[in-house]
């Protein structure tokens, strides 16, 4: 299972975290696979996609990693729970190395810590071992993203309608549904902070904050923005919950997959939010 994630995640289907369990998000990207590669929907997990698996790509599973000042250094913070006290830090980064890490490499850091029970994350020249993932940077420019709601998922389209990508997401929620038709790229925000305004909203504190940027601000400090005001495509502070969990509208995905789709966008990109496969809502 674990090869499978890791390859499924190098071959741009992304499982989301990586943590060598099946479930949702990694039959997802099963099934995606199996889509772009013609490949029998039915079919699972068996030794056909094992076999195009392989094929499409080289390399190890496992790999040695050497932990860098870089990695060490931080700062790292201590994240509270009340977005008040978020919005009270300086910036809302990692908690630790070994989250840092484990984010870098797509990993869950219960498997981080189980491939390396002995390590410790916070010492420069410490080796430990990561999954081999893949580069961060899509083979070429998005022309269309869909966002399915009906299996959580986001795909992007090259401009001859190829697919380049996909990825687990959290699509909204029966109280904060997400919009529906097509839209469009308006802005990307690399670094972005959060603004809660309590205005029409029925959750969150009753006063206008702003949190400031960092992997764990609510949106992950990635925003794709989009032309219906107040909604976007971002980033998670909690990778493990992603196609788990609701959402309040937005598109989440975790970090790595939208800093990889905000990569690849420009203004004007078309998204479309679609009930199904290949349709609109």
């Not at 008040?84 to 908690?95: C, F, I, K, N």
């Not at 219906?228 to 975790?254: F, N």
Request: with cysteine; charged share 20%; glycine share 10%.
């Amino acid at each position: 299972m674990l090869a499978a994630q890791v390859m499924l995640d190098r071959s741009r289907h992304s499982p989301g975290v990586i943590d060598g369990y099946m479930g949702g998000n990694t039959m997802r990207a099963i099934q995606h696979f199996r889509r772009a590669r013609g490949l029998p929907a039915e079919g699972g997990l068996d030794p056909q996609l094992m076999r195009s698996l392989i094929k499409s790509q080289s390399g190890e599973i496992f790999q040695t990693y050497t932990i860098t000042r870089d990695d060490v250094d931080g700062p790292f913070f201590r994240v509270p729970d009340a977005m008040s006290a978020m919005a009270a830090l300086e910036r809302v980064g990692w908690t630790s190395p070994q989250e840092l890490i484990a984010d870098r490499f797509h990993m869950d850091q219960d498997l981080l810590r189980a491939l390396n029970p002995e390590a410790d994350f916070s010492r420069v020249g410490t080796r430990i071992t990561i999954v081999a993932h893949r580069e961060e940077t899509l083979p070429s420019q998005v022309a269309r993203i869909e966002v399915r709601k009906s299996d959580n998922s986001v795909v992007a389209f090259d401009e001859r309608g190829n697919i380049l990508a996909s990825y687990p997401a959290t699509v909204g929620s029966a109280q904060f549904p997400s919009p529906s038709g097509s839209m469009e790229v308006v802005a990307v925000a690399p670094d972005a902070n959060y603004t809660f305004d309590p205005s029409g909203r029925e959750w969150g504190p009753d006063e206008t904050l702003i949190v400031p940027p960092g992997p764990n601000n609510p949106v992950g400090g990635i925003w794709i923005d989009l032309s219906k005001p107040g909604y976007g495509i971002h980033g998670s502070p909690d990778p493990q919950l992603i196609g788990k969990t609701a959402s309040h509208g937005c598109v989440r995905l975790t970090n790595w997959d939208a800093k990889e789709l905000a990569d690849a966008v420009r203004q004007g990109t078309r998204v479309v939010f679609a009930n199904q496969a290949g349709g609109a809502s």
